[in-house]
């Protein structure tokens, strides 16, 4: 059974539920994008943060890695592709090189063929070997615990940068993927039209005792729950606090 249009589906909360029945036929898919519910929590969005965080306190990567160099390539490698398809390559290619100078010494070529089932395998071969002699040359094959020196290395973009600082060197980045800046958009958590005014948007908003891991927490549940062609509204952890005003409403069993 549905509930009535504007009825509120989750017992105590704060937030009065802006249905799709709510919007009149006239209403702009713009125009609804940007209308926020009424009331908003004074304390919005702790318990958002709160609620991901107690279902999974200790999230991380889904890319497989055992070192920062090996964590560099395997984000590099990432655009454009699932981290399941990075996966199976960087499988096969940490074997053989999983160091700057191995990397090398494997050479374009081989690189190329190992990682060939990822998107652009051509463009990103070529990079990673060049980051791995820039490594070597200006980094005495470590990497660099900075933004910037991240950030000179071919192949590596902000994105990436932040996954590195917040994955090897635990500081508190915020990297945004499609997931995220899909998610941050949608609940109206960090809304931006790019990457950088969510990551912004998100640096302000998210409490402090979260940042390490938002990260990981909006881009799982971007990945798994909040999809971007049919979010699983029934079975989301943060409906109450999520402000998108056309998610779906709850069954009456989901209450
Ligand atoms: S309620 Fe729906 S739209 Fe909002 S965060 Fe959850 S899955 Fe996404």
């Known amino acids: ?15 009065p539920l802006a249905s799709a029945a709510m919007t009149t036929k006239k ?18 969005p702790q318990p958002f943060f709160e609620v991901l965080s107690a279902a999974d306190p ?16 395997a984000v590099a490698l990432s655009a454009q592709a699932t981290d399941k398809g990075v996966n199976l390559a960087t499988e096969k290619l940490f074997k053989l090189a999983n160091t700057p100078e191995k990397m090398v010494a494997l050479g374009e070529d081989k690189v190329r063929e190992l990682i ?50 917040n994955v090897a060197f635990g500081e508190p980045t915020i990297a945004v993927d499609t997931h995220i800046f899909r998610v941050s958009n949608r609940t109206r958590l960090a809304p931006g039209k790019n990457p950088l005014q969510v990551e912004l ?27 971007a062609r049919k979010p699983d509204c029934a079975k989301c952890a943060v409906y109450k606090y999520c ?6 409403p709850l069954e009456a069993e989901d209450i």
């Open 243 to 248: 402000l998108w005003p056309e998610k779906a």
């Open 116 to 165: 060939k089932t990822i998107g652009l395998f051509r463009n990103k071969a070529k990079n990673v070997i060049a980051l791995s002699q820039k490594l070597i040359n200006e980094f005495d094959s470590e990497v660099p615990q900075s933004r910037e020196a991240l950030e000179s290395l071919p192949g590596v973009g902000r994105k990436t940068a932040n996954v590195v600082l």
């Open 27 to 44: 209403t702009t898919k713009k125009a609804r994008a940007k209308r926020r519910p009424a009331r908003m929590p004074k304390d919005w």
């Open 58 to 73: 200790h999230p991380t990567t889904e890319l497989n890695y055992t070192s920062p160099y090996t964590l560099v390539v």
């Open 1 to 15: 059974m549905r509930l009535p249009p504007g009825s509120c589906a989750c017992a105590g909360a704060a937030l």
């Open 201 to 227: 948007g998100l640096e302000k908003i998210v409490p402090p005792e979260f940042k390490l891991h938002a990260h990981h927490w909006l881009i799982l549940h971007g990945r798994y729950v909040c999809k």
